[in-house]
């Protein structure tokens, strides 16, 4: 079974219909909860999402705002992962940052900008506080640097499936599923991203994967429902096909 870990943005395009976005990819059965807190100067993310997140920021996202939006969500099924990048969590303070994260109900943070080693402090803050830390890697990452993560003990470790920004479709061939096999014998489970937006991709996965994560092409669904309601049959229909795949 390959689980799938679901992007989406709190206050995006508004509060009410992120709330029943969030309510249609958890009634859909994923796994993962992937819950972007929008930063206005992001370095990973493609037009798609990096619109959202301006909207987001512009309907009156706050950090506060994303753990209250986590805390009522949390304990519904999936695990939710708060990814987010280091300028939030630092301004925070790393500790705080985590502590919030962990009482509001996160399993875990995605930030790829504190990386293993550069981390301002971010993984024992983590640890104390219960939180998973999930590191990122791409195809260029060389087998040194992959070890160094690897003595970490990651429970999970995120393969951005090709360098650059998110958004565009990515083919999926011998090359990138090499790499995922290739992260996979550090032992952490592999959740791999960047350009899946089809349950045929999804399908090319399994076997190499323990999750597959999907965010732009959910966003654009969201972003094109008229009202929260269409908001979530439309989004409950992909998501649904995305688990089933």
Request: glycine share 10%; charged share 20%.
């Amino acid at each position: 079974m390959t689980h799938l870990m679901a992007h989406m943005i709190p206050y995006f395009p508004d509060y009410p219909t992120s709330l029943e976005a969030a309510r249609a990819l958890i009634d859909a059965g994923v796994s993962f909860l992937e819950i972007q807190f929008p930063f206005s100067d992001p370095t990973a993310d493609g037009p798609t999402i990096e619109a959202a997140c301006t909207t987001a920021l512009a309907q009156g996202f706050s950090v506060d705002r994303g753990f209250e939006f986590v805390k009522a969500l949390a304990g519904r099924g999936p695990e939710i992962v708060i990814m987010t990048y280091a300028s939030l969590v630092i301004s925070r303070g790393v500790d705080r940052f985590c502590r919030d994260a962990a009482a509001a109900g996160a399993s875990g943070v995605i930030v790829p900008d504190l990386p293993v080693d550069s981390d301002e402090g971010l993984w024992n803050a983590a640890e104390k506080a219960g939180l998973t830390v999930i590191p990122v890697i791409v195809p260029t990452t060389s087998e040194e640097r992959l070890q160094k993560i690897a003595g970490v003990n990651p429970r999970y470790i995120y393969c951005a499936l090709r360098t650059g920004i998110t958004g565009t479709r990515t083919e999926l061939g011998a090359e990138n599923l090499a790499f995922l096999d290739r992260a996979g014998r550090t032992g952490a489970k592999i959740l791999a991203g960047f350009g899946i937006q089809s349950p045929e991709q999804v399908r090319t996965l399994k076997g190499h994967v323990h999750g597959a994560i999907v965010g732009s092409a959910l966003v654009r669904v969201i972003s094109q429902a008229a009202s929260p309601e269409a908001c979530y049959e439309s989004l409950l229909g992909v998501a649904q096909e995305l688990v089933r795949a």
